[in-house]
């Protein structure tokens, strides 16, 4: 059985339908990615399945448990680190998961030593009897993350963990996911950063106006767009011939400007060789060559028209890709 599973789920807010008849399954120690835009209704499906939100259509499961009929089992099944984090600025770190152990009902001894072993885990420990109101929004990240797992949940909702933070800190809470779901917790992601998904997600949901418009692996969407293809920078006078010899290796895509040449290929990297050398054989000088491979904001546009992200969230994301 999905450790999420979801049928028709709406919700309407007046005459806004914020969610319309959403369905999808995430297994058992999978990382889902929730991926759209602000306001796509990322944030109003998450409320729905943690018990925060009653759905005014459709049925929905977690951890096995109906989420309106089942909302206490649900709650004590799952973790939650919703976008705006509620904390107390005048509480210590320490204190605040120490508080939490005790709301969860552990004992006073099994609470403090859960709280020092959570502290530790999302690097805290040096900072843990600091008022939160001093920390970083990093530093806020963790600690919320760490009052989620307080009672080890066996499914971990984190919605939008990262928005607002730099790059290092999103990049600590990625490993902190990574790590998370290697002890076997189900993570379901709500996110509207391209890398984040690709990264972290075993499977993807793209959510838009409140439906989802596409799901599955990031290979596979990104694989329904097109094949990787080579831009190839040349003499303006070379651009025809280029064209010509291309045309017999893959399929030509429309140019970017005057001087490029762009080529589908099949093989992605490994065309390259066979690209190069026909140019090569027609005396044509190659002055620069890229292979760019389909992304998810390709996938996205390809289903909704738009982009997903603004530029320079596509400049950050770049920033934290690995080489």
Same mark, same amino acid.
């Given at each position: 059985m999905?450790?999420i ?7 309407a ?9 959403i ?17 796509a209704?990322?944030?109003?499906t ?6 925060l939100?009653?759905?005014?259509g ?10 309106v009929?089942?909302?206490?089992q649900?709650r004590?099944s ?5 976008q705006e984090?509620?904390?107390d600025?005048?509480m ?6 120490r508080?939490q152990?005790?709301l969860? =009902?552990?004992?006073?001894?099994a609470?403090r *030593? %859960?709280?020092d !072993?959570? #502290?530790? &885990? ?5 900072a843990?009897d ?9 530093m806020k ?6 009052a989620?797992l ?13 928005t607002?933070?730099?790059p290092?800190?999103r ?6 996911v ?23 997600a075993?499977?993807?949901g793209?959510?838009?106006?409140g439906?989802i418009?596409?799901e599955g692996t990031?290979?596979s969407?990104?694989?329904?767009v097109g094949?990787p293809?080579i831009?190839?920078?040349v =003499?303006?006078?070379?651009?025809a011939?280029? *064209? %010509?010899?291309? !045309?017999? #290796?893959? &399929? ?10 762009l080529?589908?290929?099949?093989q992605g990297?490994?065309d390259?060789?066979r ?9 044509i ?13 390709d996938?996205?546009v390809a289903k909704?028209?738009?982009?997903l992200?603004k530029?320079?969230?596509r ?6 890709a690995?080489?």
């Amino acid at each position: 059985m999905p450790s999420i599973a979801v049928e028709g789920l709406e919700r309407a807010f007046g005459e806004v339908r914020a969610v319309q008849g959403i369905d999808l399954a995430v297994e058992e120690g999978e990382i889902y990615g929730f991926l759209g835009p602000n306001g796509a209704g990322k944030t109003t499906t998450v409320r729905m399945l943690t018990t925060l939100l009653l759905p005014t259509g459709g049925r929905a499961s977690v951890a096995g448990h109906d989420i309106v009929a089942e909302a206490r089992q649900v709650r004590g099944s799952i973790g939650v680190a919703l976008q705006e984090a509620a904390l107390d600025p005048l509480m210590t770190g320490r204190e605040l998961i120490r508080l939490q152990a005790t709301l969860q =009902g552990l004992p006073p001894a099994a609470g403090r *030593e %859960r709280a020092d !072993a959570l #502290l530790e &885990r999302v690097d805290l420990a040096d900072a843990a009897d600091r008022r939160v109101g001093g920390y970083s929004g990093g530093m806020k990240r963790r600690l919320d993350l760490a009052a989620a797992l307080v009672h080890e949940p066996s499914v971990l909702f984190l919605d939008e963990p990262t928005t607002g933070l730099d790059p290092v800190s999103r990049k600590t809470i990625w490993e902190e996911v990574r790590a998370l779901n290697d002890d076997g917790t189900t993570v379901f992601l709500t996110t509207q950063y391209l890398e984040e998904a690709d990264q972290l997600a075993d499977n993807v949901g793209i959510i838009d106006s409140g439906r989802i418009v596409a799901e599955g692996t990031p290979e596979s969407l990104k694989g329904e767009v097109g094949n990787p293809y080579i831009e190839l920078l040349v =003499g303006e006078r070379a651009v025809a011939e280029a *064209e %010509r010899v291309c !045309a017999e #290796l893959g &399929r030509l895509l429309p140019p970017k400007d005057g001087k490029r040449v762009l080529v589908e290929v099949e093989q992605g990297a490994a065309d390259i060789p066979r690209v190069v050398r026909a140019l090569d054989e027609a005396g044509i000088a190659v002055e620069s060559l890229e292979l760019v491979r389909p992304t998810l904001d390709d996938v996205f546009v390809a289903k909704t028209g738009h982009h997903l992200e603004k530029e320079e969230d596509r400049d950050a994301d770049e920033e934290m890709a690995p080489a």
